[in-house]
C-alpha cells in the first residue's frame, strides 16, 4: 500500500539565505548599468496595459492615415500619465504652486539678482 501512494515532494528548506546571493542581487538591482536599465524599461513596457494600449490605437491610426496625430496624442499622454503627485508637505520647484508662493531653498528669485547686481564692482 505504501508503495501505491507517491510520496509528496518535500519543500526546499535546505536552502540556506547565504546560498541566494541576495547582497549580488540587490546590488544588481540598485546598479545604474546602462544594460540593466535598458532591460528594466523593455520589461516594463511590455507588461503595461497603457502602452500595448497606445500601439494598438496607433497602428489604427496609422492604417486610417491620421498616425501622425495619434503620435501627438500619445506623447501629450504619456507626459500626463507620467506626471507623479508631490507628498503631504513637499513644495513644488515652481513656486507658483506652493502655498503663499513661497520659493523652494536654493532658487534665485529677482529681488535677490538685483541685489547681486547692485552691489557687484565694477
Do not use: C
Not at 19 to 48: A, F, M, T
Not at 87 to 98: H, Q, T
Amino acid at each position: 500500500m505504501a508503495d501505491t501512494k507517491q510520496k509528496k515532494q518535500k519543500k526546499p528548506y535546505h536552502i540556506k539565505k547565504a546560498d541566494l546571493h541576495l547582497d549580488e542581487y540587490i546590488e544588481e538591482q540598485n546598479s545604474k548599468d546602462p544594460k540593466i536599465l535598458w532591460q528594466r524599461g523593455v520589461n516594463r513596457l511590455k507588461s503595461s496595459f497603457q502602452f500595448k494600449l497606445y500601439i494598438a490605437l496607433q497602428l489604427i491610426a496609422a492604417a486610417v492615415g491620421y498616425g501622425q496625430a495619434m503620435l501627438i496624442v500619445g506623447i501629450l499622454w504619456a507626459m500626463i500619465a507620467n506626471t507623479g503627485k508631490r507628498k503631504e508637505g513637499e513644495m513644488s520647484a515652481y513656486s507658483l504652486f506652493n502655498k503663499d508662493v513661497q520659493p523652494i531653498a536654493g532658487s534665485t528669485d529677482m529681488e535677490a539678482l538685483d541685489r547681486e547686481l547692485r552691489t557687484r564692482a565694477m
